[in-house]
């Protein structure tokens, strides 16, 4: 398996930031689209049409216009009766919503239940516009029911999302564990750089940051560092002994110089070679 490099995660952050905002303009795609529910929420002209269009038909001819009238978005069928196929998580919406229905209905029975799964039954808030599927349940006159459900155009998550929004949340902790990741390859270069700043030459070696868990360019860039610091040391170490051999060169020589000089008779001739080796 390939090593995660510092460039390979960089790369990967790059990535996932492009991929966040590329599901970020698709979640906002599919709530604009439709930005009233009208998909969701039909008219209520429209659903007395539907109404009074069936309730005029012969049971034998409903079938086929259920057909013709039916959408990815409303699907519409006959039931026994107006309660029958109640679904588990069926709730009542709010009140002004269902009285719309109601007074466009003149009238004739009618029951509006909204489903929903996942957060969104939890946490309505978390979706806009509202994205509850209805289901409108009528009264006709020969005592069945009509039911006419709605769902939306966009595709939803398990949670109860749209996949747009789901797929940039994931992103989105996706990028933020990249982050941590770039954060956690960084802090060796800070104890690196602090650890080069307390380099003393004259005394014992620095102690590097342990590195062992970096990424491969982290760890040669303080093996580098570690040599440096043992060459600069050696190179000091050699300094010292080339300078010690050089004063003992230099007091050898003068001291024989100054054993000669002392072991001249004449007083002059010694004065004089005295005042030439001072000068």
């Known amino acids: ?8 995660r960089l790369i990967l952050l790059a990535v996932v ?8 303009t698709a979640a906002l795609f599919y709530m604009r689209a439709d930005p009233a529910g ?7 002209e429209r659903i007395a049409a539907i109404a009074r269009l ?11 216009a259920l057909d013709a009238i039916a959408t990815p978005a409303l699907r519409p069928r006959i039931l026994g009766a107006l309660d029958a196929d109640m679904p588990a998580d069926a709730r009542e919406p709010e009140t002004d919503l269902s009285d719309s229905y109601a007074r466009t209905l003149a009238g004739r029975p009618f029951r509006l239940v909204a489903t929903t799964r996942g957060l969104i039954r939890r946490y309505p808030a978390l979706t806009y516009p509202r994205r509850e599927a209805l289901q409108f349940r009528i009264g006709l006159a020969d005592g069945s029911a009509l039911l006419i459900e709605t769902t939306g155009a966009a595709a939803f998550s398990p949670l109860g999302l749209p996949l747009g929004v789901t797929t940039g949340l994931i992103g989105s902790l996706i990028a933020v564990g990249a982050v941590l990741v770039m954060l956690k390859e960084i802090r060796p270069l800070l104890r690196l750089a602090e650890a080069v700043d307390r380099i003393d030459l004259s005394d014992a070696d620095a102690v590097l940051p342990d590195v062992r868990r970096s990424a491969p360019e982290i760890r040669s860039l303080v093996a580098a560092f570690e040599r440096l610091q043992r ?3 050696g ?6 002994a080339m300078l010690a051999g050089i004063s003992h060169d230099v007091r050898t020589f003068a001291t024989r110089l100054r054993l000669k000089v002392e ?17």
């Open 231 to 233: 060459r600069l040391s």
């Open 235 to 240: 190179l000091l170490a050699a300094r010292m």
């Open 17 to 24: 930031t492009l991929i966040a905002a590329w599901t970020v």
């Open 263 to 279: 072991a001249i008779p004449d007083p002059a001739e010694r004065e004089r070679a005295v005042a030439d080796i001072a000068t």
């Open 1 to 8: 398996m390939a090593r995660l490099t510092l460039v390979r």
């Open 54 to 64: 069936v309730d005029g038909l012969a049971p034998s001819d409903r079938a086929l």
């Open 38 to 44: 009208a998909s969701l929420r039909p008219a209520p």
